[in-house]
T-cell receptor, first 113, second 113 residues
Framework: DTGVSQDPRHKITKRGQNVTFRCDPI?????LYWYRQTLGQGPEFLTY????????KSRLLSDRFSAERPKGSFSTLEIQRTEQGDSAMYLC???????????FGQGTRLTVV | AQSVTQLDSHVSVSEGTPVLLRCNYS??????LFWYVQHPNKGLQLLLK??????LVKGINGFEAEFKKSETSFHLTKPSAHMSDAAEYFC???????????FGDGTTLTVKP
């Protein structure tokens, strides 16, 4: 399968713990995006990378959130000191630069208990 | 700045009847516009896209959308609904310069037999 893959698919964690998610984009795509989707809402933009450079971050991305794409390929999203409000589906997408569509992974569903 | 309003949170149609899912947008730039579909436990899939070419855009599975700049609308239509069309649909405006996409809150389409 050459689509966008995300790992893990599901994560349950206790409040206050740190979690890290991984996204592997389509190999030739230089743009990579992270979104968060809560129940009943559309995905909300968190951040995006062009190659290894993080070019924009949403104000939704608090200091507890950090994303990296060290070699311009896979990306990680870390949430420190998780809170119950962090429970959501975290979506990763990739695209080629320009007006082309983004291809989405199936997401990582985070539940903070 | 950009935003998307999906005018109906739920639409219910009978199988074989037309589908209309309404979307209005605002954008400071000439936008790219997309419709995505999300089936339960599946990733987001692109239905169609508008990127400043023809204003009537044809997508997969018989869906179409028409870009109307004067009305700032990008409504999604299909002449005849199929049971398999039941899903969540998202209208998206994309700003290539900023690299971010803004999603609407989604429209749940129910298809009755």
């Amino acid at each position: 399968d050459t689509g966008v893959s995300q790992d893990p698919r599901h994560k349950i964690t206790k409040r206050g713990q740190n979690v890290t998610f991984r996204c592997d984009p389509i190999s030739e795509h230089n743009r990579l995006y992270w979104y968060r989707q809560t129940l009943g809402q559309g995905p909300e933009f968190l951040t995006y990378f062009q190659n290894e450079a993080q070019l924009e971050k949403s104000r939704l991305l608090s200091d507890r959130f950090s994303a990296e794409r060290p070699k311009g390929s896979f990306s990680t999203l870390e949430i420190q000191r998780t809170e119950q409000g962090d429970s959501a589906m975290y979506l990763c997408a990739s695209s080629l630069e320009g007006n082309t569509e983004a291809f989405f992974g199936q997401g990582t569903r985070l539940t903070v208990v | 700045a950009q935003s998307v309003t999906q005018l109906d949170s739920h639409v219910s149609v009978s199988e074989g009847t037309p589908v209309l899912l309404r979307c209005n947008y605002s954008s400071s730039y000439s936008p790219s516009l997309f419709w995505y579909v999300q089936h339960p436990n599946k990733g987001l899939q692109l239905l169609l896209k508008y990127t400043s070419a023809a204003t009537l855009v044809k997508g997969i599975n018989g869906f179409e959308a028409e870009f109307k700049k004067s009305e700032t609308s990008f409504h999604l239509t299909k002449p005849s609904a199929h049971m398999s069309d039941a899903a969540e649909y998202f209208c998206v405006v994309h700003n290539t310069n900023a690299g971010k996409s803004t999603f609407g809150d989604g429209t749940t389409l129910t298809v009755k037999p």
